[in-house]
């Protein structure tokens, strides 16, 4: 029994090791193939490569209350404190999250570049519209508006830049 | 220099436990963001799911539960190992629930979280039922291939790199909050070459790690050393800390597979 069990376990780790030297590459039979990796099992090494990370995401959102709309409030956590971060990060999930969510925002731009209002209905749009329109606010609140804002480097040589502004959806859709 | 392959995984599964636990206090202290205003938010992450979208209703009032799951069985394995019957059962209990996480959260993961599922489920196909001298070794194999392919690929992403050739990249990157740090921006601007030496360095040193790990003791264990002290500082001045026990978890693995090689 445990050579037959062996035998499974060599296969499936063989396979598996195949498939994740594909998945590197990924070409476009593959990548047909692999839709929707939601254990994330199928891994990609390409740490920080070939475009390294370059800008900070920030998603902000502003409210329209007696059509007024209000200043913009952020929504992305500041970074955790450099001197814990290295042992005690817990705000790298939600900020790896926003970045997962606006890289997504950022290809669906490149596609629909000839028709960008069919951003509004790619999967990351309305994933960081579910997350603005989740923020608890007062009853009188009739719309929300988001936009994505990027920045690099510090203090007074800090650049900020818009990448994006959604458009005002009722709170009542 | 060898080491015992049931050692090996031994030492894997322990330290990957305790990334695995770090991460999973980490993910306890921003639990709101399962909640309806977070970013995890059942409608937001739906949203991006092609199915299984309308299971997170079940699964919701659950979470802190599968969290706290994940910990204990996390702690328990780094403390008991994955050799003795309760370190077993630790091993099946947080895979199961890293899988739950996982699956509910799909945003936010990393590399890290990634080697170490690849890492704790090889252990787990090696120890249970029983643990198989067989089956560990073939867990031991698949660990070290993972880890070697994960820098070759990284190095060769690099090389095709314009920004890393051109010894820009790191400047890119210090220049962030996220992974970032004004001291290191700042020196690194101060000094270029530097700049331009520290990326090739590290294409090299990805690129050739296979052959410096399975070569012989005295170019294997300088190599390691020098992959622990990257991610060190990884964790010190670009935040990596998951990166400081994922990857180095595996190292054991690694040198039970060079001491095949080179016996």
């Known amino acids: ?173 | 220099m060898t080491l015992d392959p049931s050692l090996a995984l031994d030492l894997t599964a322990r330290i990957a436990a305790f990334g695995s636990l770090v991460s999973t206090l980490e993910l306890l202290a921003v639990q709101r963001e399962f909640g309806p205003a977070g970013v995890f938010n059942r409608d937001a992450v739906a949203a991006l799911s092609w199915r299984g979208g309308q299971n997170f209703a079940r699964i919701d009032p659950l979470i802190v539960f599968v969290l706290v799951v994940q910990a204990v069985s996390s702690a328990a394995l780094a403390v008991l190992g994955p050799f003795a019957i309760a370190g077993r059962l630790a091993t099946a209990v947080c895979v199961g629930a890293r899988a739950i996480g996982r699956w509910r959260r799909l945003l936010g993961g990393d590399g890290a979280e990634q080697i170490t599922s690849l890492a704790l489920i090889a252990v787990a196909l090696a120890v249970l039922p029983v643990p198989g001298p067989a089956r560990v070794r073939l867990a031991v194999a698949f660990i070290a291939g993972q880890l070697l392919l994960s820098y070759v690929t990284a190095g060769i992403a690099k090389l095709l790199s314009p920004a890393w050739r051109g010894g820009t990249a790191l400047s890119e990157i210090a220049a962030t909050e996220t992974h970032g740090h004004p001291l290191a921006l700042g020196v690194l601007r101060r000094a270029p070459r530097v700049e331009l030496l520290l990326c090739w360095t590290i294409i090299v040193f990805e690129c050739l790690i296979p052959a410096l790990v399975l070569g012989p003791v005295w170019l294997a264990v300088p190599a390691l050393a020098i992959g622990l002290a990257f991610h060190i500082g990884c964790a010190v001045t670009m935040g990596l800390n998951s990166f400081l026990w994922a990857f180095p978890a595996t190292y054991p693995c690694v040198l039970a597979v060079r001491g095949w090689l080179w016996p």
């Open chain 1, 1 to 173: 029994m445990d050579t037959v069990w062996t035998t499974v376990v060599a296969a499936v780790l063989g396979s598996w090791l195949a498939a994740s030297v594909v998945h590197q590459v990924s070409p476009r039979w593959w990548a047909g193939r692999i839709r929707s990796d939601v254990f994330g099992l199928l891994p990609r090494w390409n740490f920080f490569a070939p475009r390294p990370v370059h800008d900070d995401v920030h998603v902000v959102f502003r409210e329209c209350r007696g059509g007024q709309w209000s200043a913009w409030q952020a929504l992305t956590p500041a970074a955790s404190p450099r001197a814990i971060r290295w042992i005690w990060n817990p705000q790298r999930y939600t900020r790896k999250a926003a970045t997962d969510l606006v890289n997504g925002l950022r290809r669906s731009m490149a596609r629909f570049d000839a028709t960008p209002r069919a951003v509004l209905l790619s999967s990351s749009y309305v994933g960081l519209l579910g997350w603005v329109m989740g923020q608890p606010g007062a009853a009188d609140v009739t719309h929300r508006q988001f936009a994505v804002l990027t920045s690099s480097g510090f203090g007074p040589e800090q650049k900020l830049n818009v990448l994006f502004v959604s458009e005002p959806h009722s709170r009542d859709a």
